[in-house]
């Protein structure tokens, strides 16, 4: 069963930037795509950004050129730089793989607000 731990969230202006960082441990983390997804107030949850064990990335057009998702299989961690946050980007921030397969951390929270 794999763990997954967030961090990284946090309040920001628009305009501005942050990494979110997730830990995955308890599994073979470098043959499986993991991802980033979020969830705002009132709203279903969604993909972000996924990244295959090989191959290329994916990225949900609203946050396309402004987030890039990486990994470091080494160190068993998936990253999501995001820049230009705009207001609607809001929401609290999930890992899981990708596709979707398990339980889910507790998500950090990203809030972009002046």
């Known amino acids: 069963q794999v763990q997954l731990v967030e961090s990284g969230g946090g309040l920001v202006q628009p305009g501005g930037s942050l990494r979110l960082s997730c830990v995955a441990s308890?599994?073979?983390?470098?043959?499986?795509?993991m991802g980033w997804y979020r969830q705002a107030p009132g709203k279903q949850r969604e993909l972000v950004a996924g990244?295959?064990?090989?191959?290329?990335?994916n990225y949900a057009d609203s946050v396309k050129g402004r987030f890039t998702i990486s990994r470091d299989n080494a160190k068993n961690t998936v990253y999501l730089q995001m820049s230009s946050l705009k207001p609607e980007d809001t929401a609290v921030y999930y890992c899981?793989?990708?596709?979707?397969?398990?339980?889910w951390g507790q998500g950090t929270q990203v809030t972009v607000s002046s």
């Open positions: 899981n793989r990708y596709p979707v397969s398990g339980s």
């Open positions: 308890g599994s073979i983390f470098s043959i499986y795509g």
């Open positions: 990244i295959p064990s090989s191959g290329s990335t």
